[in-house]
């Protein structure tokens, strides 16, 4: 079942109360997201570094979730996103570009210079990504032979 468009959407750092939702989504979704799940620990450590966002129905339900890491070395200027997940009922109404932007507008804040992710060749949010202004840099072949690209975002 689809969400009322007019259900408002709120982004925020995720807490650690929010950390049993977002293991449960990634479950859910965890042939798209892949090893996810067996890194509990470190989407743990992510949570207390304030590097997850989390999207949240007008019921508080949470519907989303975006895990990144600021580049802490100096001559990093970047900010790399690792998983982007939203449930199947609210894709297509916002909840993912409101999670990306959220990431951007923190980046900023910190004096990066780009966004960069990969995604799987064969995966939808391949538009998604172009759709919200990522530009894609390449294409290769992972050590398992998955094909990945490589998308940024200039800050």
């Not at 969400?3 to 979704?29: F, M």
């Not at 570094?49 to 508080?60: D, H, L, P, Y």
């Not at 990144?68 to 690792?82: D, G, I, K, R």
């Not at 916002?94 to 004096?111: F, N, P, Q, T």
Request: hydrophobic share 35%; proline share 3%.
């Amino acid at each position: 079942m689809k969400r009322s468009e007019t259900t408002p959407l709120t982004v925020l750092e995720a807490s650690e109360k929010d950390a049993p939702a977002i293991l449960a989504l990634a479950d859910v979704h965890r042939d798209e997201l892949g090893a996810i799940i067996q890194h509990r620990q470190w989407l743990l450590q992510q949570v207390e570094r304030g590097e997850i966002f989390v999207a949240k129905s007008g019921e508080g339900q949470l519907i989303g979730f975006v895990v990144f890491s600021h580049q802490s070395l100096a001559e990093h200027e970047n900010t790399t996103v690792y998983y982007l997940c939203t449930s199947e009922d609210y894709r297509g109404q916002g909840a993912g570009k409101l999670l990306m932007e959220a990431v951007a507008s923190d980046a900023r804040i910190r004096g990066k210079k780009t966004i960069d992710l990969k995604c799987p060749a064969h995966a939808p949010a391949n538009y998604f990504y172009k759709s919200i202004g990522y530009k894609l840099l390449q294409s290769e072949t992972d050590r398992e032979g998955n094909r990945l690209n490589f998308w940024t975002l200039r800050l």
